[in-house]
Nanobody, 114 residues
Framework: VQLVESGGGLVQPGGSLRLSCAAS????????MGWYRQAPGKERELVAT???????NYADSVKGRFTISRDNAKRTVSLQMNSLKPDDTAVYYC?????????WGKGTLVTVSS
């Protein structure tokens, strides 16, 4: 299993970013996927998840601002982030649970600052 995140960067408050996670090594369409984040000095937390059939779930802190989606043909899961706030600054990770194990990407850094 390999997960590779991309799309992070520096953005001003109120701006937008789109993160992507490219997956390989497993049958992507069969598995739920998730985005998590870890801010400096804090624990890793759930941001959003999407099931194999496209049902979504969001942390209260991002509802209405973030949208998770998947493209099974391209084996990618994306996170569209709008109305970004300084509190959204974190390393964002892609995750899949498979065969009783949890797999993570290496993460992509999002910094929201003026």
């Amino acid at each position: 299993v390999q997960l590779v995140e991309s799309g992070g960067g520096l953005v001003q408050p109120g701006g937008s970013l789109r993160l992507s996670c490219a997956a390989s090594g497993f049958i992507f369409s069969n598995y739920a996927m998730g985005w998590y984040r870890q801010a400096p000095g804090k624990e890793r937390e759930l941001v959003a998840t999407i099931t194999s059939v496209g049902s979504t779930n969001y942390a209260d802190s991002v509802k209405g601002r973030f949208t998770i989606s998947r493209d099974n043909a391209k084996r990618t899961v994306s996170l569209q982030m709008n109305s970004l706030k300084p509190d959204d600054t974190a390393v964002y990770y892609c995750k899949v649970d498979k065969g009783g194990m949890r797999y993570w990407g290496k993460g992509t850094l999002v910094t929201v600052s003026s």
